[in-house]
C-alpha cells in the first residue's frame, strides 16, 4: 500500500517558540522575510482575568485534492510518489495561479528562484532519506508528530486514533494532510 | 491581495510585523531542489555546546564545504530530545553576520560619538596594558573591576584581575538568580540543586516563564507533567505563554511571599506537611511556624490581591500531590530589596513537602562527591580536572567595592563568583569605598543588562579605561575605549563545560569551522595573549586549548578525541539518581554543616539579622500609575540576540503592554505611539492593549531599544526597560527589578 504522509499538530504542546520557523529557514535555504512555515499566536481572547491563547503553526497543508495541481498550467506543482505536494522549480513559470487557489496562503515566489515555493515536508534532504521533517525534529514542545498514516504502528497514526484530527478549512475539499489537535486547548 | 496577510501581524503580539526589516544575506542563494541534493553528498556533523544563551544545550552543528548551514540538537542527548529553540537553530546566521565585529579597535573620538580605529592585536593590548599599568600605579590594582556573563572563560578572564591585585570580580547574576543562589546556600549549603520537573505532578510558578525564557530540558520535563495530567499553576501579573498553558493567577506584583507565607499558614493549621521528613531532615522548624501563624489566607488576599478560598484550594490541592510536587524557585530572581527571603520561603514549603531527594522534586546535582558514599554508584563518580596549574596570585590590598564576604553584614551572603555588579557605577561615580577607574566586560553589556541605562553610561564616561569582548558592537563597546573581537562558540574551544544533573555530564565546545574573520579570536587565547603582554605570563601555563582540555579529561579517564567524536558523556548505564528514590528514610545530607535543611539560617540570621522570612509590605501602584514589569521571550536572549538577522526577522521590537480598561481610561488605542514616564526617566513607546495583564501592570520584553548604531537592526528599535528602572541594590546587593511604577501617556 502506497504511503501517506502526514503532520499532527498537537496545539497545547506548541509554545509558540518559532524553533520550526528557523529550522525551516536554514534547512530549505527560504530567503529572508520569506517563510514556509510560521507559528503565529492568536489571542489571547476573552476578558481580564478569564483568558485564553494558543499558537497555531502555518504551512502547506499538503492536500490530497490540491487546488494548487489543480490550476497549474505547466505541471510544476504535483504529487510525488508519496503523495506530497511539491513544486518542480524547472517547470514553474511563476504565474502565480496556485498562490491564488491555494485557500491556506501557504505559497509564494522564492525570491532567489522566481519559482512557486512552499513547505516540502523537508522531502529530499530529510524524509526520502528517513529522518522527520526539520520542523518536529526541532520542535521544543513536542507538539509535531511525523509519519505514514496509513501505517497502523506509525506514531502519526496511533495519535490520530486516539484523538480528534481536525483540518483547516473543511469545506473546500481539499483534504489536507496536516491535522490538528485541540484536545486540552482552553 | 491577501495571500501574505498570514505572515503578517503579530508574533507575540510585539506589534512589529514578522517581515525583516534590516537587510542581510546570509543564507545561500541556492536552487533548493539542487541545493537539497547536494547536501546529501557534503554534510558533515560537528557536536558542540551551544552559547545562543547559556543553558548549553548540546547541538549538531552541521557542516558543508567548510560552513555552518544548519544547527540541530544532538540526537542522542535525552535531556533535549534532540530539540533546539529558535536561537539555537540561528546559529549560522549569527556565524556569518556582516556586523559582528571583525577587528580589535581603539576610540578615537569622544566616547558615545561612534569613532574607532581598528588596530592590530598588539596595538589593542599594549594600549590596554599601559592604560592599567597607570591606573595600578595610581590607585592601585583594586580600581580594576571585571564583569563577565558566568561562563567557561572566566577563569582567564579574572585571572587578568587577580594579577592585578583587584578583588573587584564580578558576574551578572546581581542582575539575575543571585537572590535565588543565596536562599539555596543558606538553606542547602551550596547551590547545586535542581528540580525533576517531568516527574511532579503538581507545579507551581511565580512568574518563571518556562515557555518563554526556554531552557529546553526544562520545557520538555514541564510539558511532560501537563501531558500526563500535571497540574500548572502560574502566579504572574502578565498573561504568559506559560500561564496560557495553565492556570493564570494574576497576581498582584511584589507580594509572591505573601501567597507563600500563606501556603505554609495553611499547609500548618490544616495539618497537611510531612511533619516526619520535617524532623528528620531539617532544622529550625519551630521558627518557620511562628513566623507564618498570623500569614492568613484573609491577611494573603489582601495583599496579593488572589482570593483565600483560592489560595486554601491551591495549597491542598498541592500537598495532595506531595512529594511529587513542585513549587518553582525562580530563574530571573532580582523582583525587590529582600526577593533572597521569596525564595528562601519557596524552598521551605517545598520541603514541608518532602521534595527532597525524590522523583518530581528538588535534587543535588550528582556530582562524584556525591556518588561516591555509594558502592553500587562509585564506578559512575568521574569528575574533569583543573586544565592548569597556577600560581598563587598577590593578595588584594583593599576589601572589595560591595562588601562581598565581610562577616556580619549582608555581604557575607553575596556569593563571592558573584558579587554585586550594580556597585560598580556607583563606585565610579562616587568614588566609595574607594574609586574604580577600569572597567573590563567580557560578554556582559551593562548598558542594557543594568538598571539606568544613562547612569551606567554617565559612569562609564568617567572612566580611565573601559574594554568590551564580545561579538558585537554593543551598546557597551559603543562607550568603551578598546573593543575585542571575540569569535563565535562555533569557531573555538572552550573549556571542558560541567552540565551535571541527576547523573555527571559533561560537555564539549569545539570549533565546527575555521574562524570567518580571521582577526577575531577566542576568549581564553585573547584573555591570555592580553596577560603575557602585561607580564603576567606565568598565570596562564597552557599552550592551547586542546592541551587545557586534555588534562580537565584526564582526571576524568576521558580523551579529548572521544569527547570531540560524541560531543558529550555521561555515565554509560546510570540512571537518574535520587537519595531517597528507594527509601524515603534514607540519609539525604545537604552540603550545610549539620548536613540538615536550613529552615531556620544561622549564617542569614548573622548577616542580615533574618534566619527565617520576614514579610515586607512593598507599595502598590497608586491610582494612575503602573508596575513596570519585564520578561523574556522565546526568540530572543537576554541583552544578546536582537542583532540576530534571523531572529530580528522574527521580532525586531517589543510593545508596552498596558490593559484594555487601563488604556481606555488613559485614550491609548491599540498600536499608539506612548510616552512611559519613570519620573527621572521617559522612554518613547508602543502600546499594546490586551485583556492579558493586570490592569495595574504594564510590561515589556527585555533587551530592545538598543543604543549601539553599529547594531542597525537592533538600534533605536522598541523600548529599554533598563532605562526607566532605577539602580537601587537590595538587601544582599541585588539590583531590584519589579518596585518601579511609572505614568503612561499618547506620544
Known amino acids: 500500500m502506497a504511503k501517506h504522509y502526514a503532520m499532527a499538530v498537537v496545539v497545547a504542546k506548541c509554545i509558540g517558540c518559532q524553533a520550526c520557523t528557523v529550522a525551516c529557514k536554514f534547512q530549505n535555504n527560504v530567503p529572508e522575510g520569506q517563510y514556509r512555515t510560521k507559528t503565529p499566536v492568536v489571542g489571547p481572547k476573552g476578558t481580564f482575568p478569564n483568558v485564553s491563547m494558543y499558537f497555531l503553526k502555518e504551512a502547506c497543508q499538503m492536500c490530497q485534492d490540491a487546488p494548487c495541481v489543480k490550476v497549474c498550467p505547466t505541471k510544476a506543482s504535483h504529487y510525488n510518489e508519496a503523495g506530497v505536494v511539491l513544486v518542480d522549480v524547472d517547470k514553474c513559470v511563476g504565474c502565480k495561479y496556485c498562490l491564488t487557489a491555494c485557500p491556506y496562503d501557504a505559497r509564494f515566489i522564492n525570491k532567489d528562484t522566481g519559482a512557486a515555493d512552499k513547505c516540502t515536508f523537508c522531502w529530499e534532504a530529510r524524509v526520502s532519506q528517513g529522518q522527520a521533517p526539520a520542523c518536529v525534529s526541532t520542535c521544543v514542545g513536542g507538539a509535531l508528530v511525523f509519519g505514514d498514516e496509513k501505517d497502523p504502528n506509525s506514531e502519526i497514526a496511533k495519535l490520530l486514533s486516539k484523538n480528534k484530527g481536525e483540518v483547516r478549512k473543511e469545506e473546500f475539499g481539499t483534504r489536507p494532510s496536516i491535522y490538528y489537535i485541540f484536545q486540552g486547548v482552553k | 491581495m491577501k495571500r501574505r496577510d498570514f505572515l503578517k501581524g503579530a508574533l507575540y503580539g510585539t506589534g512589529g510585523t514578522m517581515i525583516a526589516l534590516g537587510g542581510f544575506g546570509t543564507l545561500t542563494k541556492l536552487d533548493p531542489k539542487k541545493a537539497a541534493a547536494a547536501e546529501q553528498d557534503a554534510l558533515s556533523t560537528v557536536f558542540s555546546t551551544c552559547e545562543m544563551c547559556t543553558s548549553r544545550c548540546t547541538v549538531a552543528l552541521k557542516v558543508k564545504n567548510g560552513k555552518v548551514v544548519k544547527a540541530e540538537g544532538h540526537p542522542n542527548d535525552t535531556s533535549t530530545g534532540g530539540s533546539i529553540c529558535a536561537r539555537g537553530n540561528a546559529a549560522p546566521s549569527l556565524l556569518y553576520d556582516p556586523e559582528r565585529i571583525k577587528k580589535p579597535m581603539i576610540r578615537t573620538g569622544e566616547r558615545g560619538d561612534g569613532k574607532f580605529k581598528e588596530v592590530s592585536w598588539d596595538e589593542a593590548y599594549s594600549y590596554i596594558t599601559e592604560k592599567l599599568k597607570n591606573v595600578q600605579k595610581q590607585y592601585g590594582g583594586e580600581a580594576l573591576a571585571v564583569t563577565s556573563r558566568v561562563n567557561p572563560n572566566d577563569i582567564f578572564f579574572r585571572s587578568l584581575a587577580r594579577a592585578m591585585g583587584s578583588p573587584n570580580m564580578f558576574s551578572h547574576e546581581a542582575t539575575c538568580p543571585m537572590t535565588r543562589t543565596v536562599a539555596l546556600e543558606a538553606t542547602f549549603g551550596n547551590p547545586y540543586i535542581g528540580a525533576d520537573y517531568g516527574n511532579a505532578k503538581y507545579i507551581i510558578t511565580n512568574g518563571r516563564n518556562f515557555f518563554e525564557g526556554i531552557h529546553v530540558p526544562m520545557v520538555k520535563g514541564v510539558m511532560k507533567s501537563i501531558s500526563n495530567g500535571g497540574k500548572l499553576v502560574v502566579l504572574d501579573p502578565r498573561f504568559s505563554v506559560t500561564a496560557a498553558k495553565g492556570e493564570w493567577v494574576p497576581i498582584k506584583g511584589a507580594t509572591d511571599l505573601a501567597f507563600i507565607m500563606a501556603m505554609a499558614n495553611v499547609m500548618i493549621s490544616e495539618n497537611l506537611y510531612d511533619k516526619e521528613f520535617i524532623a528528620q531532615y531539617s532544622v529550625g522548624f519551630d521558627k518557620w511556624v511562628e513566623a507564618v501563624k498570623d500569614k492568613t489566607p484573609a491577611w494573603a488576599e489582601q495583599e ?68 561516591k558514599p555509594y558502592p553500587e554508584l562509585q564506578q559512575y563518580a568521574k569528575s574533569l580536572g583543573g586544565g592548569m596549574v597556577q600560581p598563587a596570585f598577590p593578595k588584594p590590598v583593599k576589601g572589595r567595592i560591595d562588601g562581598t564576604g565581610v562577616k556580619g553584614t549582608p555581604g557575607q551572603v553575596i556569593p563571592v563568583p558573584d558579587g554585586a555588579v550594580g556597585q560598580i557605577p556607583e563606585s565610579i561615580l562616587t568614588g566609595k569605598p574607594y574609586p574604580i577607574k577600569a572597567w573590563m566586560v567580557y560578554r556582559f553589556n551593562p548598558v542594557i543588562s543594568m538598571p539606568e541605562s544613562e547612569r551606567v553610561i554617565e559612569a562609564i564616561k568617567k572612566l580611565d579605561l573601559m574594554v568590551t569582548c564580545d561579538v558585537y558592537m554593543t551598546d557597551a563597546a559603543y562607550y568603551s575605549d578598546v573593543v575585542l573581537p571575540e569569535c563565535t562558540y562555533m569557531e573555538r574551544y572552550d573549556p571542558m563545560i560541567d552540565n551535571t544533573g541527576l547523573t555527571p555530564k559533561f560537555q564539549i565546545r569545539q570549533p565546527a569551522v575555521s574562524v570567518v574573520y580571521p582577526d577575531t579570536k577566542p576568549a581564553w587565547q585573547i584573555f591570555k595573549e592580553l596577560g603575557e603582554k602585561m607580564g603576567y605570563g606565568q598565570y596562564f601555563p597552557f599552550k592551547d586549548m586542546e592541551e587545557y582540555l586534555t588534562k580537565q579529561l584526564a582526571a576524568a579517564g576521558l580523551t579529548l578525541a572521544e569527547m570531540k567524536e560524541k560531543g558529550f558523556w555521561v555515565p554509560p548505564g546510570m540512571k537518574p539518581f535520587f537519595m531517597r528514590g528507594k527509601d524515603p528514610k534514607a540519609p539525604a545530607p545537604t552540603a550545610t554543616a549539620d548536613q540538615k535543611i536550613q529552615i531556620f539560617s544561622e549564617e542569614l540570621e548573622e548577616a542580615t539579622k533574618q534566619g527565617i522570612p520576614e514579610y515586607k509590605h512593598y507599595p502598590q501602584p497608586e491610582n494612575g500609575k503602573f508596575r513596570f514589569i519585564q520578561g523574556k521571550v522565546a526568540v530572543h536572549t537576554n541583552a544578546g540576540t536582537h542583532n540576530v538577522p534571523v531572529l530580528n526577522e522574527l521580532m525586531p521590537t517589543n510593545t508596552l503592554w498596558i490593559n484594555s480598561v487601563s488604556a481606555g481610561k488613559l485614550g491609548i488605542k491599540e498600536g499608539d505611539s506612548i510616552i512611559i514616564s519613570a519620573g527621572k526617566y521617559e522612554h518613547k513607546g508602543i502600546a499594546k492593549v490586551t485583556e492579558g495583564i493586570r490592569p495595574d501592570s504594564v510590561f515589556t520584553y527585555h533587551g530592545f531599544g538598543r543604543i549601539s548604531p553599529k547594531m542597525t537592526r537592533a538600534y533605536g528599535k522598541g523600548i529599554n526597560d533598563n532605562k526607566l528602572i532605577p539602580n537601587e541594590l537590595g538587601e544582599i546587593g541585588n539590583v531590584v527589578s519589579s518596585t518601579t511604577f511609572v505614568t503612561v501617556r499618547k506620544a
Open chain 2, 304 to 371: 496579593t490581591g488572589i482570593p483565600k478560598d483560592k489560595i486554601v484550594q491551591i495549597t491542598r490541592d498541592f500537598a495532595k500531590a506531595k512529594p511529587n510536587c513542585l513549587l518553582e524557585y525562580g530563574w530571573r530572581t532580582p523582583w525587590t530589596g529582600n526577593d533572597y527571603q521569596l525564595r528562601r520561603a519557596i524552598m521551605i514549603v517545598n520541603m514541608m513537602m518532602g521534595n527532597w531527594e525524590v522523583p518530581g522534586g528538588y535534587f543535588r546535582k550528582k556530582g562524584a562527591a556525591l556518588l
